[in-house]
């Protein structure tokens, strides 16, 4: 690519001054850490943010972006989706994203910094929020710290829209000195979008790394209280922030302690379905343990039926409210316009087809059996405008019925050769399981020997390697074994049904037989949930072939 985005963007630079060693506690910052970025307030109060960042340097994205959402195992809202995640500024030197997400939720000393005491009374529904001014001392203190709640989405959207305001003051230009900028155009503050707080929730390109990135939680389930507030430990109460342990990013309280509204409308699965209220994620003070997860996501709905008085309300709870985050916009020059488009070409015939909408937008075999639909509603309209028009609109549709069928064997052919790659691949790994169970016997007898005498140091080294490389392929084959099972899984039922017709009517060996059953339940799984289960399907190859003897 001869344009990279450090180049598109000419001079695209961080300009946030992100603070080397941990800064000072605050009412606003409890628990001060090194990377902190502290923006003023009003009154002296302070917004801390944290950086989270996305892999690959371009502009419009990277294979290790596309990131799997959702909990198959979640409520009814949270089914599994993958989507390219996106940061608003470039990193150091270029080389990644980032996000910059609060590092705490925003607090009621923060809202009254900006709006005013008088303010937080009006338009909080809580009646101990109207005495805030009065509030002296440690009372106050705590009160400061207290995550902002009883407060609809609208009183949210006046805070930014005045914070904003007072942030870009052109008589105060030093208050943006510390914000991250784009092509020299700083950055604003907003909401968190879902996908940029579910990402860090899952504690971002960390757990990507280490292959942690779909687990419900980035921590132990037993250390549940040690992070994150909830009904067990806070019965219905929130808490000051930064009084649990933050995750991997330094992100306190995203798991518990109140929800968080997010920017945008909420959809039934996050990217589609109808439009409704608001997004809100997280967990909160009245969630049960089991309800505290990384995928977890409800509506609120910020205009609310009170059927008693027959009126449209403002809605307002307690355990509801808001985590903010900086946002840039995309085109911040014509300039910047013009060297995206030229990029997008290349993108658009490259990575954008690996991605999850361009699978769907560029998959030429969905579009063509997506078009043919279409085509026989036309012609049916045709016919029933022009009746003398019959032959011609019955040939129309003969040439139809011949595409139709020929996509439908492309279809049943790409699933057939999927289907036999994966087989290979869980053959191979079942090959592997058993060999590892003779190497292990035969480690156990090296170092029996071994404990006698170190001339055998030579025969434990090479069973030793023998067990590295038979990890290192069975990982490799596993591997391919899922990304297979995801591919077929996205088939129709009836092309995965004549794949597996196929594959029966052949001479298997036993061990073959008993991959190929394994392979048609994943494949189930997956198509119900939309997930592979990696450790669980791993644990039944182990089970199955472990001590297998053909």
Known sequence: MKNKYALILVALLISAQVVAQAPPASPYNP?????????????????VLRPVQVPGK????????????????GGAFEGVQRTMVSGSFPGEQGEHWLIWLAKYELTKGQYVAVMGAEAL????????????????GRNLKQAQATPLSWISYQAIDDFLRTYNQWLFDPAHPERQQGLPMVDGVPGFVRLATEDEWEYAARCGLNALNDGTFNDRLPFASRQLNEY?????????????????????????????????????????????????GVPVRGASVSSATGDVRSSYRTE???????AESKQMELRRTFNIGARLALGSNVVVSSAARTNLEKEYAEYRNTLRRETPVGKTLDNLVSQASSQLDTIDTDLKRLLARYPDAQEQV????????????????AQRDSARSLLQDASRNGTNLSVLV???ATLKTAMASATKLLSMSTRYQSQVDAVQKSLDENKSAAEEQYKAYLEKVALIGDYQGEFRDHAFKIMREKTLSTREARVLAMLDQHIQKYNENRAVETEGWLEEFNSVFNAFNE
């Open 394 to 409: 019955q040939a129309i549709q003969s040439y139809v019925d011949t595409a139709r069928g020929r996509l439908d064997q």
């Open 434 to 436: 058993s060999k590892r």
């Open 31 to 47: 628990q001060p850490d090194e990377g902190d970025l502290v923006l003023p307030m009003p009154d002296g109060a302070e917004i």
């Open 121 to 136: 009374a009006t338009a909080s529904g809580n009646a101990a929020d109207k005495k805030y001014a009065e509030l002296q």
């Open 58 to 73: 371009d502009f419009w994205g990277a294979r290790e972006r596309v990131v799997q959402l959702g909990d198959a195992s």
């Open 300 to 306: 609120l709905d910020a205009y609310a039926w009170n």
């Open 228 to 276: 994150a507030w909830h009904l067990g430990n806070a019965k219905n109460k929130p808490r000051p922030i930064g009084m649990r342990k933050p995750n991997c990013l330094g992100l306190h309280d995203l798991y518990g302690n109140v929800h968080e509204m997010t920017a945008g409308i909420f959809r039934p699965e996050i990217w589609q379905g109808k439009p409704g």
